[in-house]
């Protein structure tokens, strides 16, 4: 009897060991994601602004009405 106790511990331990690693590799790889957003966003309006500076953009009243709408009142 003892040793089923024993037995039956051990598993909910095992099962619980193996329930933390999985979350443990979401939480991982969850922020993994939102890092690799965040620098391909960042890259993107860098481009963008070294874009702008040279002059090779024609419309860009158009996306900062855009920005304006999507973020609220930025001043550029």
């Known amino acids: 009897m003892l040793d ?3 037995g039956s ?9 193996k329930i933390s690693q ?13 890092t690799l957003i ?15 500076k040279t002059g090779f953009l024609i419309n860009v009243d158009h996306f900062f009405i855009i920005i304006n709408s999507l973020f609220g ?3 550029f």
């Open 4 to 6: 089923l106790y024993i």
């Open 9 to 17: 511990k051990i598993k909910t331990l095992r099962l619980q060991k």
């Open 22 to 34: 999985s979350q443990l590799c979401d939480n991982f790889m969850n922020r993994v994601w939102s």
């Open 38 to 52: 965040i620098s391909f966003l960042t890259s993107c309006i860098i481009v963008f602004f070294q874009f702008y």
């Open 73 to 75: 009142s930025i001043s």
